[in-house]
């Protein structure tokens, strides 16, 4: 954590779309849960990219739809969605549901053999690594 006093440029974060939302979670999904009946919801690392479609419909849809549709010009995963526009995970994850079933989200859940691969996680880390600091030196060079 860098101290207040200190001359590093701030990291650019996106600020959030909005305030958090002062609507009860169910009302917004009509008291739907996450798993739609399938048993299983989508894991939080699905990535989700507005269609042409959903594009298109922007003025149609509902405010948090509207939101979420509109955020997804550039793919992001549900967390990352859920932590930009305020809202609850499980009611991102019901509304990107209903907008996948419209037409107006692709989705993308990962493969969950690649997820458990002991080498994808080892390949992740020294990419990383690889990755130079602000120093332009890279924390895997001596």
Do not use: K, W
């Not at 299983?40 to 699905?46: F, L, Q």
């Not at 959903?54 to 979420?68: H, V």
């Amino acid at each position: 954590m860098a101290d207040a006093g200190t001359d590093s440029a701030p990291v650019a974060d996106p600020e959030p779309v909005g305030p958090a939302s002062a609507v009860r979670p169910f009302l917004v999904t009509a008291g739907r849960v996450a798993d739609g009946g399938s048993g299983r919801a989508m894991p939080v690392e699905t990535q989700v990219v507005a269609t042409a479609a959903g594009l298109a419909a922007l003025g149609r849809l509902s405010f948090e739809q509207y939101d979420i549709v509109a955020a997804c010009r550039l793919p992001q995963s549900l967390a990352e969605l859920a932590a930009r526009l305020r809202l609850h995970l499980n009611v991102v994850r019901v509304l990107a549901e209903d907008l996948r079933e419209a037409g107006r989200l692709a989705v993308y859940v990962p493969d969950t053999d690649a997820t458990h691969d002991a080498s994808v996680l080892r390949r992740l880390i020294d990419g990383l690594r690889a990755i130079p600091d602000s120093e332009g030196v890279s924390s895997d060079s001596d």
